[in-house]
């Protein structure tokens, strides 16, 4: 049988409103490190696991929080690894969906987390259709949407939103002032990266085409047979700006068996600002995604949604550019040795 409240109390020798104080971290309840200690003792042994729809009865909550919709890419593991931190340091756990993109299966996570007894969601996704957002807003407790671009109007008291397309404008200041006037963007294929901001802002600027728009099918489809043919396909432009820390390492890879110098022959700018940009040869310029901010503001809307408050914070964060050494002058090998990071319209 299962250890309660009262059990942990009787072998830790001190009230069960104290352990319950202690377990729900309530700032009023003091105790000496001694009690606190025999508490956690008592707790271990006892192999104490708080009956969470019994908690839900009595209080309301449940502590348990929802988190669907994120990605299997870098960016979908560190939001995963923030979301952990900040939910278990506020006493709540995290229970996270498999499903990402697709709206139907979306749709059934969402009803699942709810019939789990979550007090609130949190859903990654971009696009939001308008019968989505119907549904979202349906559901018996609140969702707060982290999304990539614009959402239906009726989901604006309920979302953050990275602005990618600040991130493009960024990097593509930043190649031209470096005097590349021919540059290309790549991605690995995904079904909206066409339609999506970052390929919007990058059509902003006047040398750009649709033809200066590529996509490998896979990871694998990334080969120095591949980026050879592509480079010569694309001979007058002298950087390109890959939409994946993942792609723009295996290009700067198969560029590097090809003979292809980076950045003496090519300028490569990656996306996602992940641990392994740092840590490639030469050091990767990418777009960084605030993803740490992103994930505090949601995490601040849900709460606020749950609580009835209203807490200030910035619901549109935009990407900006960490500089390293995969950019150079079109026709010189100098780098620069620094690094700095540049939001669209200025450096700092």
Known sequence: MAANLTDVARRAGVSATLVSG???????????????????????????????????????????IGVCGLGANEIG???????SQELEALNYRMIQG????????LREELLELVSYGCDGIILRQYPISEEFADFICGLEC??????????????????ITYDNGAGIRAAMD????????????????????????RAAAFREYPASS??????????EDITVERVTALRRELADCTAWICLNDMTALRVIQCCAEA???????????????????????????????????????????LFDLLLGRSDPFDRVLPAALTIRKSCAPPAAGAVSSGKTTIHHGGVC
């Open 98 to 105: 498999a499903s990402s993109g697709d709206e139907t299966l």
């Open 22 to 64: 202690f377990l729900n971290h309530r700032q009023s309840v003091r105790m000496s490190e001694e009690t606190r200690g025999r508490i956690e003792t008592a707790l271990r042994e006892l192999a104490y696991r708080p009956n969470r729809s019994a908690r839900k009865l009595r209080t309301g909550r449940g502590h348990l």
């Open 259 to 301: 003979g292809i110098r980076v950045p003496g022959d090519l300028s490569i700018i990656g996306s996602d600002d992940c641990e392994l940009a740092a840590a490639a040869t030469p050091a990767l310029t990418s777009i960084h995604l605030p993803c740490r901010e992103a994930c505090h503001a949601v995490l601040t809307l």
């Open 174 to 197: 930043y190649l031209h002032g470096l005097g590349h006037e021919n540059v290309a963007l790549v991605a690995r294929y995904w079904s909206t990266f066409r339609s999506g901001p």
């Open 77 to 83: 593991a560190a939001e995963r690894r923030i979301f």
């Open 210 to 219: 649709e033809a200066r728009i590529r996509c490998f099918d896979t990871y």
């Open 142 to 159: 609140p969702v707060a949407c982290l999304s990539g671009g614009a959402a239906p109007a009726r989901l604006g008291d309920r979302l």
